[in-house]
């Protein structure tokens, strides 16, 4: 009740006050939740730590700005809606748009770095309609506050559940695009693989949907750069490749995400809004009934959204159906010809010149030829 009321709170001060007080006041609810939760504190502490390869003072500026970037990334998504114009600096858009020209469908692979709500929000105004994969809360209203605005933004949602696979194949199969979190595992059901030089646990979904839809994941951020200023970064596609069992490619693919996620994240690092140490899952044992997850963000406003959130129920459900999808082989179509084919992976060419996704002329043409460029997003209607 308490967590609801208090992102019911944050809505109201989004849609009353100026967005520049909005805002102030929510980095000032930040700095009392840091100040109040040594939990809380000691965990970015630690993710800092983990990223910068170097111990982290509690008191470090870093530390605060974490904080201060969750309230910020509350406060840009209940109010995307009605913000008209967003800047956008574009910086390898063109990797993105490319995949899309070869109607493989794609896969936008992100992490809880910077603002991934508005990542969705912003594609779908550049003309990529976007479904995206989220964790249930264990409050319905906050499902409903959360789905409601990403609705209301054009972007759609696939509750992570017992149907979120066969949904998301569905989705890629007729050359859509799919939204991802690599960066968190709620499931008990990860992988290990390293992560800034420390042996972490990431889910293994985002590489079995990748092999059994043959799409690629494009690696794609929205890093804050000042008030709604932003840069979009793509990295070049990774294409599923099947080399030795299905176990053993997950493990490539999945290691290949975390290496464009640690890119970013060294880069940004105090825009990486996860609040739970990375290792302890792996410091205690993956299956350990000590190591429970803790799935909740800082108490003064915990976000269910894009795989965040605390359904101990639908977590385990999401284990099975992409544990069970990851242990069957692939059939002959899924391991050989096109993009996910034994050897090296590199892409076929020749595909359909234009991707059923929206509207070619303002998606697969705004950066086409030049790695960085600046757009503002048009008014999405009320």
Known sequence: MLKYLSYRFVQWMVNTLPTASAFHCAELLADMQRCASTKDRHAVQANLSLILGRPIPEDSPLVREAFRNFSRYLVEFFASHRVQQPEVILDGYEHLTDTLHRDRGAIVLTAHLGNWELLGVSLHRMGVPITAVALPHDDPRMDRLFNQQRQRCGVRVIPLGPDAARRSLEILRQGGVLGLLADREFANNGIRITLCGREVIFPRGPATVSLRSRSPAVPTFLIREGLWKFRLCCEPPIWPTVRGSVNASIQTLTQMYAAAIERHLKRFPDQWLVFQPLTQNVDCGLRSADCEPNTN???????????????????????????????????????????????NGEAEHGFGAVSPHGRPGRCHGLARGAPQSTVHIPHFAR
């Open 297 to 343: 963000p800082p108490s003064f406003a915990r976000s269910p959204a894009l795989g965040r959130g605390g359904r101990r129920s639908e977590g385990v459900a999401a284990k099975s159906c992409y544990a069970e999808a990851s242990q069957r082989p692939l059939r002959s179509s899924e391991s050989e010809g096109g993009p996910c084919r034994q050897g």
